[in-house]
Protein backbone atom coordinates (compact mmCIF):
# COMPACT_ATOMS: atom_id res chain seq x y z
CA UNK A 1 0.00 0.00 0.00
CA UNK A 2 1.26 3.53 -1.25
CA UNK A 3 1.87 6.27 1.39
CA UNK A 4 -0.58 8.73 -0.01
CA UNK A 5 -0.12 12.45 1.06
CA UNK A 6 -1.06 16.57 -0.15
CA UNK A 7 1.39 19.03 -0.34
CA UNK A 8 -1.63 20.70 1.68
CA UNK A 9 -1.63 18.20 4.84
CA UNK A 10 2.24 18.58 4.90
CA UNK A 11 2.16 22.46 5.17
CA UNK A 12 -0.19 22.13 7.39
CA UNK A 13 1.73 19.64 9.53
CA UNK A 14 4.91 21.83 9.27
CA UNK A 15 2.89 24.46 10.39
CA UNK A 16 2.49 22.87 13.30
CA UNK A 17 5.77 21.20 14.03
CA UNK A 18 7.77 24.75 13.59
CA UNK A 19 4.98 26.87 14.17
CA UNK A 20 6.19 30.83 14.22
CA UNK A 21 7.11 33.29 17.52
CA UNK A 22 4.14 35.98 17.58
CA UNK A 23 4.29 38.58 20.01
CA UNK A 24 1.39 41.04 20.72
CA UNK A 25 2.26 44.44 20.97
CA UNK A 26 0.78 47.15 23.18
CA UNK A 27 -1.30 48.69 19.95
CA UNK A 28 -3.05 45.48 19.45
CA UNK A 29 -1.19 44.03 16.35
CA UNK A 30 0.83 41.21 16.28
CA UNK A 31 4.72 40.36 15.06
CA UNK A 32 5.28 36.84 13.39
CA UNK A 33 8.75 36.01 13.75
CA UNK A 34 9.36 32.86 11.11
CA UNK A 35 11.52 30.05 11.28
CA UNK A 36 14.79 30.50 10.19
CA UNK A 37 13.97 27.75 7.44
CA UNK A 38 11.04 29.92 6.49
CA UNK A 39 12.79 32.95 5.20
CA UNK A 40 13.97 33.38 1.82
CA UNK A 41 18.01 32.38 1.11
CA UNK A 42 19.02 36.08 1.25
CA UNK A 43 17.84 36.69 4.46
CA UNK A 44 18.66 33.62 5.72
CA UNK A 45 22.34 34.26 4.47
CA UNK A 46 22.24 37.44 6.43
CA UNK A 47 21.28 35.86 9.76
CA UNK A 48 23.23 33.13 9.78
CA UNK A 49 26.06 35.49 9.31
CA UNK A 50 24.82 37.76 12.41
CA UNK A 51 24.54 34.06 14.27
CA UNK A 52 28.33 33.54 13.49
CA UNK A 53 29.60 36.80 14.52
CA UNK A 54 27.42 36.51 17.81
CA UNK A 55 29.20 33.03 18.69
CA UNK A 56 32.55 34.74 18.35
CA UNK A 57 32.32 37.56 20.25
CA UNK A 58 30.29 35.33 22.84
CA UNK A 59 33.83 32.89 23.32
CA UNK A 60 35.88 36.28 23.66
CA UNK A 61 35.47 37.32 27.35
CA UNK A 62 36.57 40.68 26.71
CA UNK A 63 34.03 40.84 23.78
CA UNK A 64 31.97 44.30 23.75
CA UNK A 65 28.47 43.45 24.52
CA UNK A 66 27.02 46.04 21.78
CA UNK A 67 27.88 43.94 18.49
CA UNK A 68 26.08 41.01 19.55
CA UNK A 69 22.60 43.20 20.79
CA UNK A 70 22.99 44.74 17.67
CA UNK A 71 23.21 41.40 15.73
CA UNK A 72 20.22 40.57 17.82
CA UNK A 73 18.48 43.59 16.63
CA UNK A 74 18.79 42.83 13.05
CA UNK A 75 17.98 39.19 13.18
CA UNK A 76 14.34 39.79 14.78
CA UNK A 77 13.86 42.31 11.81
CA UNK A 78 15.39 39.91 9.44
CA UNK A 79 13.09 36.78 11.08
CA UNK A 80 9.85 39.04 11.50
CA UNK A 81 7.01 38.63 8.69
CA UNK A 82 6.47 42.72 9.32
CA UNK A 83 6.45 44.90 12.03
CA UNK A 84 10.08 44.24 13.29
CA UNK A 85 11.09 47.83 13.49
CA UNK A 86 7.62 48.31 15.60
CA UNK A 87 8.34 45.22 17.75
CA UNK A 88 12.27 46.67 17.96
CA UNK A 89 10.84 50.25 19.08
CA UNK A 90 8.58 48.61 21.98
CA UNK A 91 11.44 46.60 23.37
CA UNK A 92 13.16 49.72 23.46
CA UNK A 93 16.16 49.58 25.73
CA UNK A 94 15.46 46.77 27.88
CA UNK A 95 18.11 44.47 26.73
CA UNK A 96 17.16 41.56 28.86
CA UNK A 97 13.84 41.53 26.80
CA UNK A 98 15.61 41.67 23.89
CA UNK A 99 17.86 38.88 24.64
CA UNK A 100 14.39 36.87 25.86
CA UNK A 101 12.61 37.72 22.75
CA UNK A 102 15.82 36.41 20.87
CA UNK A 103 16.20 33.39 23.12
CA UNK A 104 12.56 32.53 22.65
CA UNK A 105 12.97 32.53 18.46
CA UNK A 106 15.91 30.32 18.71
CA UNK A 107 14.39 28.17 20.79
CA UNK A 108 11.72 27.99 18.35
CA UNK A 109 13.65 27.88 15.24
CA UNK A 110 16.11 24.66 15.78
CA UNK A 111 15.29 21.75 14.17
CA UNK A 112 13.63 19.18 16.05
CA UNK A 113 15.88 15.79 17.15
CA UNK A 114 15.66 12.79 14.03
CA UNK A 115 13.78 10.32 15.87
CA UNK A 116 15.23 6.58 15.24
CA UNK A 117 14.28 4.42 12.31
CA UNK A 118 12.50 1.08 13.74
CA UNK A 119 14.90 -1.60 13.06
Not at 4 to 14: N, Q
Not at 42 to 69: G, I, N, T
Amino acid sequence: MANIFTLASLREEIENEFAPVAIPLADGSTVVLRNLLRLDKKDRDKVQVHLKSMKVEAEDDDADLEPVLTSMREVIKLAAETGGVKLLREIGDDELLLQRVFQRWMEATQPGEASNSPA
